[in-house]
């Protein structure tokens, strides 16, 4: 289907090799952002090409700033990045660029931005971005499709969160870097890409504390200095490759895990009957072994666990006999997965918010389509277990996160027998140094 992207994949080989993993989607975007904060040159170092990463990167572009890539790094040089609108075409492209808003008034004292986009897993309100906002002194003016917002300098304040949500803290803490005085988050959310996040803000010279813990304390700086850091390994994408292992009852060995941050994730897997260990900084995860359902799992903020590997589980519980229930507690509608891998001859039923998975029916090849980035990797896992071809149609989701999760699939041993890539950037104008890069 032209414009979407395919992946066709022959299933039924069990994964193995060794593999490492790409920087991290989630713990990018918000450096990215941060990156504005200085006039200059800031770096960041083996970031990931994918394209939310590119969206970013021509939203920034739009603003004025000069980007460019040196083999894995992305350098972004801020100097004259003084637009303060961005596009609604932009943002609803991808929902993180709502946290461009704090960014835009720290620098500029105003900022424009559409309503936010991003993968169609809910409601996906932006109250709690608002909220933080106005409590440090920012007027926001809500017009049919945009967020108008200006304040000469935005005070620290102390402000709670009614919710947990990983971009409003994080729209918090860029806004009140800068900030006059000090800010008290409280009921932030505790995910380890904030805690990435400020690291690379106190290398800019922020000063920040109690990141990873419910209250963030900030004290405002005047002026910021350049970042440059390495961005961490995706916990997401290490997951959906154990996920593809287990799911192929295979063995991958992962080169760099992510320290610590998929011990729920790790946990729900040994339940399942693989196994792991850690030895000389790599990961060895075992998946031979995957039997057991699981009787009940419910999503939750971190260190519970992550709603981005939901549906990767899922495809997995269809591979095992008996019954398994998941509760999705974080978006409303993230199991549009499930319909698709019933037609690969999985029996998921889905409730308001949870499904129940009769597992280990054979799943068969068969035309299918992703629906967003979560969900589309689910349907290559499936695929990968599946017997004969599927093809998994709508893959522009799915590199929105994953680099290239074909070449990392089939160097583990699992056939794509076609990869339709370069047509997944169609949608977003790319850079013509990283159309390249990307390419390659
Ligand atoms: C981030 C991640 C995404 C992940 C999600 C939850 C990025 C780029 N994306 O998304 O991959 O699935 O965290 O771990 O980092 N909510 C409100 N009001 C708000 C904001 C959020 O009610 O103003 C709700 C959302 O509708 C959702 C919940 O809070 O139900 C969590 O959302 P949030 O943590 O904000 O997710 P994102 O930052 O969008």
Known sequence: MKGLGEIRITGGRPLRGTISIQGSKNAALPMMAAALLYRGVSVLRGCPAITDVFCMEEILRSLGAVTWWEGKDLYLDCSYADGTEISGENTGKMRSSLILLGVLLARNGKGTVGYPGGCVIGKRPVDQHLHVLKELGVCIVEEAHLLEASCERMKGNRVSFAKRSVGATEQGILAAVTAEGKTRLLNCAREPEI???????????????????????????????????????????????????????????????????LDAFLKVYRKMGGQYIRKSGKLIADGRGTAYPVPYLETEVYPGFPTDLQSPLMAV???????????????????????ELNKMGARITVFEREAKIQGGFPLRGCKVTARELRGGAALLIAALAAQGETIVEGCSFICRGYQHICKDLTALGGQITEDTGTAFYENIEIPKKIKHYTQT
């Open 195 to 261: 805690i990435w996040l400020c690291r690379y803000l106190r290398k800019m010279g922020a000063e920040i504390r109690g990141e990873g813990k419910s209250c963030i304390e900030i004290t405002g700086v005047k002026e910021m200095k350049a970042g440059d850091m390495e961005v961490p390994p995706d916990r997401i994408v290490a997951g959906t490759y154990i996920c593809a292992a287990a799911a192929t009852r295979g063995r991958i060995v992962i080169e760099n895990p992510p320290e610590g941050e």
């Open 317 to 339: 519980l269809a591979t095992v006999s008996g019954e398994s229930c998941i509760r999705e507690n974080i978006f409303e509608d993230r199991f549009r997965a499930a319909e």
